[in-house]
């Protein structure tokens, strides 16, 4: 069985990661850079940057982060937020930036799903979903960081996504998002029946064993961690090592 | 010094950071000159297969890499820069790759329970890859040393002898890396990999012929 992926994932404003509840209420907990390059250097599969307010350009932009972070950081880096255009992707690729995550603009326009990945290969473009429970086994998809909504049903548009090209998923329970409470299991799980491509869930885990849980039901295949690494109420070995105790398998 | 092949395709940003980091000497290239009298190149790649040997033939270096590889110099393909080494690829149709390896880039086993417990296609993430002990760039890889990938189909080489280190997906074992003497490509990311990926990137700078 192939190992799972644990990824840090950096809310990005201005200078400064940032982590808030339900996407709301937010609060500085460090800057990208050293928090990125102690998630390396202890070894994390991944990273993931998300620009909360879409500032794509200009001074202190998310893509100076990541220019910064790839000087050092040898792993997979994921950019999102304000990707908009195939220009912005390519923009994104020039700082270091492995894949894009794309939200809002595939809503808008969803093919834009296929051209990203028809110039840039699926394994480039991450499609994220920010999804409200509606109704049991119902959940509409959010945007612009679960300020708007859509009417969109999320099992539907990852169908769609799937087709048009994503190459992975990127779930984020809005209701679990930042409270600790536990992944959305049922989320999760719906949603990585509903496609092949590899599912990476967000949200809701406070402690190493939430995420064993996950796993363990197959509900994903990657999950993203932040306040957990943020607030140091564990380190990534800490973290891995509880995984490694249950049996799943991970990277080492 | 390497010279990186610069065709469009790939990202030259973070090869150029990895080998920054090595402390070895590098320039990015796109004149077929440069790269037929370059002692040692590095060919990235990213996206589709069809489209990258476009991008690479279009500029007119297919030719001049295929000379240098002919003369002996160490040549490094990585990703689809692996699988360009090869004859072939069926991504998408059929495409003719460079050739210098004889092979077919084919898609990746699917897995047959789809529920649960195997590798979803694309194939994202980091895998445990086996050498071959007595291969003499990769022999020394220690067991279990995992790198990153990120790919639907791998440069399957018709001689077993040119496979030098292998990932299981799904069941199978499937090439990670493939060496025809000076020719060695890396179907995953060294520059993505971690320490384990600068120590592979390390390998092919120090590779002699």
């Known amino acids: 069985m192939s190992p799972h992926r644990i990824i840090a994932r950096l809310d990005i404003k201005g200078p400064n990661v940032i982590k808030g509840i339900h996407l709301e209420g937010l609060r500085i907990v460090g800057k990208p850079g050293e928090l990125a390059l102690r998630y390396y250097e202890q070894g994390i599969d991944e990273i993931i940057y998300m620009d909360t307010v879409a500032s794509l350009y200009g001074r202190n932009s998310i893509l100076n982060v990541v220019e910064e972070a790839a000087r050092d950081i040898f792993v997979p880096l994921t950019v999102g937020g304000g990707i908009r255009t195939v220009d912005d992707i390519v923009t994104a690729l020039r700082s270091g930036a492995d894949k894009v995550a794309i939200n809002t603009a595939a809503v808008t326009r969803p093919e834009f799903i296929d051209e990203a990945s028809r110039s840039f290969g699926s394994q480039c473009i991450v499609l994220s979903v920010e999804a409200k429970r509606r109704a049991p086994g119902k959940w509409e998809a959010l945007t612009d960081n679960g300020r708007e909504t859509t009417g969109i049903d999320v099992m539907e548009w990852i169908a769609e996504a799937e087709q048009r090209g994503a190459g992975e998923i990127l779930i984020t329970s809005v209701d679990q998002e930042g409270t600790k409470k536990g992944a959305d299991i049922d989320l999760f799980s719906a949603v990585r029946q509903r496609v092949s491509i590899p599912v990476i869930g967000c949200g809701g885990i406070g402690k190493p064993m939430d995420a064993v849980n996950a796993f363990k039901r197959n509900a994903i295949d990657a999950i993203t961690c932040a306040s957990i690494f943020h607030y140091n109420t564990c380190t990534v070995p800490q973290f891995k090592a509880v995984l490694a105790e249950h049996d799943v398998p991970i990277r080492q | ?209």
């Open chain 2, 1 to 209: 010094m390497i010279h990186v092949i610069d065709y469009g395709r790939g990202n030259l940003f973070s090869i150029g950071q990895a080998l920054r980091h090595l402390g070895v000497p590098f320039k990015l290239t796109s004149d077929a000159g440069q790269i037929r009298e370059s002692s040692r190149l590095l060919l990235p790649g990213v996206g589709a297969f069809g489209d990258a040997m476009a991008g690479l033939t279009e500029r007119g270096l297919a030719d001049a890499v295929r000379d240098a590889a002919h003369r002996d110099i160490p040549l490094l393909g990585i990703c689809v820069g692996a699988q360009m080494l090869l004859s072939r690829s069926e991504e998408f149709g059929l495409h003719k790759g460079l050739d210098l390896i004889n092979g077919t880039v084919r898609r990746l086993p699917e897995p047959y329970d789809g529920a649960t417990g195997q590798t979803r296609i694309p194939n994202v993430g980091w895998r445990a890859i086996e050498s071959k002990q007595d291969d003499p760039v990769l022999g020394t890889v220690p067991a279990n040393s995992m790198a990153y990938f990120v790919h639907s189909l791998a440069p399957m080489a018709d001689d077993q002898n040119h496979i030098v280190a292998t990932i299981t997906i799904n069941g199978e074992k499937i090439p990670a890396a493939i060496r025809k003497g000076n020719i060695l490509g890396y179907q995953f990311h060294p520059e993505k990999s971690g320490p384990t990926g600068l120590d592979l990137l390390q390998r092919f700078v120090e590779m002699k012929v």
